[in-house]
């Protein structure tokens, strides 16, 4: 049986809980991404590893010719490992230590996104004793507020990201004045899960005035790079699979005033892997309480934190049940009282043994999983693994 997308027969000869990669979905979000910034000349998209470091999906990604956006050392070699080429690495976050830059110098990324004058000065030291030219882009916090969670807002004054607007021409001109760093570019990023285009218009709107103001100080900027944050329909994966990304890099090509030659950078993670993956999980017990009853299953906080971090919504589907629908609480066994999926959900009427689809689950779920409670960590299928 498949019910939608799903392969409901093989996934319940699977232990579970498990992540399920429906590839050829991500194929096409890939595919799509690639037409659309292949009609804006000098746009290139960089995927955040941090999304989801699955080896077996950064290799597709790799693949499909994206860049790759790391914030760590670990992420600099799976994203090598993955086949991405270094030449297309960008490399940011607040506290870089010296591996970590070191290993990025020894592999020729791109570029270092820096987040603060003494990082920009270790970087250059660094590259000093390696005797090479570390190209950086300083990212500068434009104190642009997002309509998103408050735990994934990054651009506002009060974050701890990046270089107050305030002090960026004092840093522009350190990095200019040293000897082992290229100055590239500015980098910023306002947030996550972004859906309302207005956010990234009042972006663009601050990026045209900030370059504006330093072209007054005869400084060019060779790179732009806007970050992420386009956000995904959690509510319907089915009807809104992909992201419109068409809007999205339409946005910067009408908003933002690029001049001849410059590069525009985007890292895109959720965009381009979320709607593909979700976590699969069966119902243990169906506990009637005083008021309510509870759907208990075997996946936790561990396997999906973003319900219990952020109380973010993840749609719920019932892959074995055709019965009339009914409310739960759809929790975990995890030993603590934020262990919960849902509360008050309506899906079609739980049995021991149904299988759920805990959907859209594919950025943030499997690279945030812990073995809290010494938990197994989740194992992770693709479509072709499962048709093997």
């Known amino acids: 049986m498949i019910k939608g997308r799903f392969p409901v027969e093989t996934f319940a000869k699977r232990p579970t809980p498990f992540y399920y990669y429906d590839t050829a979905l ?58 991405f080429p270094a030449s297309k690495i960008v490399y940011a976050g607040v506290g870089k230590s010296d591996w970590e830059i070191n290993l990025a110098l020894d592999n ?3 570029c270092f996104n820096v987040e603060s004058l003494p990082e920009l000065e270790v970087i ?7 005797d090479k030219t570390a190209g950086v882009c300083l990212r500068i916090n434009p104190n642009v507020g997002a309509h998103t969670h408050a735990n994934i807002t990054t651009g506002l004054a009060e974050n701890k990201f990046g270089i107050a607007m305030c002090d960026m021409d004092s840093v522009i001109e350190a990095a200019r004045q040293m000897k082992n760093v290229r100055f590239l570019g500015l980098h910023f990023h306002i947030g996550s899960q972004i859906l309302d285009m207005g956010d990234f218009e009042a972006l663009c709107n601050r990026i045209n005035d900030l370059q504006n103001r330093l072209e007054q100080q005869k400084i060019r900027l060779d790179h732009i790079n806007v970050g992420g944050g386009l956000g995904i329909s959690y509510d319907h994966p089915n009807h ?13 090509a009408r908003k933002l ?35 309510k009853q509870f759907a208990i299953v075997d996946a936790g906080m561990t396997d999906l934190i973003r319900p219990a971090l952020y109380n973010a919504f993840h749609r719920i589907e019932n892959l ?22 849902a509360k008050a959900y309506g899906m079609n009427g739980c049995r021991r043994g149904d299988l759920l689809a805990i959907r859209s689950a594919g950025a943030y779920g499997e690279v945030m999983a812990s073995r809290y409670n010494c938990r197994q960590m989740p194992q992770s299928f693709t479509t072709e693994e499962l048709r093997s």
Do not use: M, W
Not at 51 to 74: E, M, R, T, Y
Not at 124 to 130: G, K, W, Y
Not at 243 to 249: L, M, Q
């Open 26 to 83: 991500l194929r096409e979000t890939l595919s799509t991404i690639s037409e659309e910034c292949r009609k804006h000349e000098g746009f290139h998209v960089h995927y955040a590893v941090k999304a989801n470091a699955n080896p077996k999906l950064l290799s597709i990604v790799s693949q499909s010719g994206l860049g790759a956006d790391c914030v760590s050392g670990g992420e600099i070699r799976a994203a090598l490992a993955a086949g």
């Open 257 to 291: 005033r690029l001049r001849e030659g410059q590069q525009l950078h985007f890292e895109l993670g959720r965009a381009v892997i979320a709607q593909c993956g979700s976590l699969i999980t069966r119902v243990l017990y169906v506990k009637q309480g005083t008021a």
């Open 108 to 110: 020729d990324i791109f």
């Open 320 to 341: 074995t049940s055709d019965e009339p629908e009914q409310t739960y609480d759809v929790v975990g066994p995890v030993c603590e009282s934020s262990d919960v999926f």
């Open 124 to 130: 250059n030291e660094l590259a000093a004793r390696q």
């Open 240 to 252: 809104l699979p992909i992201p419109d990304f068409k809007e999205y890099f339409d946005t910067y």
